[in-house]
T-cell receptor, first 114, second 112 residues
Framework: EAGVTQFPSHSVIEKGQTVTLRCDPI?????LYWYRRVMGKEIKFLLH????????ESGMPNNRFLAERTGGTYSTLKVQPAELEDSGVYFC????????????FGPGTRLTVL | QKEVEQNSGPLSVPEGAIASLNCTYS??????FFWYRQYSGKSPELIMS????GDKEDGRFTAQLNKASQYVSLLIRDSQPSDSATYLC????????????FGAGTRLFVKA
């Protein structure tokens, strides 16, 4: 069974540019989560999809971040325009619907904003 | 107070010893508790989950949960150098829609 995949693995952009990150969850996992880890800090929740619906987006830093999950399969996270403080590793995780919410993580996308 | 607190370490143990990792959480209604292992430059890997008070064993790993004390721990028996990593405690709480909160992690070094 394929795990969670993310693309790209690394992205280096300049301040003010736009970047789109993609996550493909494990097949059959309705729940998809985005997290971010800034260097030296803990992993922070960004948002949670259940199928194509946003269940919780309370962790999104500001309106420069836009997440979509059209069709309830893969998800994209767009940052526009990117700022220096957006640098970090963006993780995606997925889980089946149920009580326990065991989440499986993708390899992450390392974003560097110069 | 952080929602999930862990000692950042590093925790250093000799090969073959028991490593004990601890975590406390602030939300009393938290329901699910997880330990993830993260090697440097890699993504978190789920190694243990626990949902009810008591102990849960899986191979060399034992998770312990005490909801009254809001405390969860991970014991690694017969520690190996390959266990050297950062261990993340994660807690899922129904507050705000089943959000999962991560601790900052404890770095473990197992000396050969």
């Amino acid at each position: 069974e394929a795990g969670v995949t993310q693309f790209p693995s690394h992205s280096v952009i300049e301040k003010g540019q736009t970047v789109t990150l993609r996550c493909d969850p494990i097949s059959g996992h309705d729940n998809l989560y985005w997290y971010r880890r800034v260097m030296g800090k803990e992993i922070k929740f960004l948002l949670h999809f259940v199928k194509e619906s946003k269940q919780d987006e309370s962790g999104m830093p500001n309106n420069r971040f836009l997440a979509e999950r059209t069709g309830g399969t893969y998800s994209t996270l767009k940052v526009q325009p990117a700022e220096l403080e957006d640098s970090g590793v963006y993780f995606c995780a997925s889980s089946v619907t149920g009580t326990y919410n065991e989440q499986f993580f993708g390899p992450g996308t390392r974003l560097t904003v110069l | 107070q952080k929602e999930v607190e862990q000692n950042s370490g590093p925790l250093s143990v000799p090969e073959g010893a028991i490593a004990s990792l601890n975590c406390t959480y602030s939300d009393r209604v938290s329901q699910s508790f997880f330990w993830y292992r993260q090697y440097s430059g890699k993504s978190p890997e789920l190694i243990m989950s626990i949902y009810s008070n008591g102990d849960k064993e899986d191979g060399r790993f034992t998770a312990q949960l005490n909801k009254a004390s809001q405390y969860v721990s991970l014991l690694i028996r017969d520690s190996q150098p390959s266990d050297s990593a950062t261990y993340l405690c994660a807690v899922t709480t129904p507050t705000g829609g089943f959000k999962t909160i991560f601790g900052a992690g404890t770095r473990l070094f197992v000396k050969a």
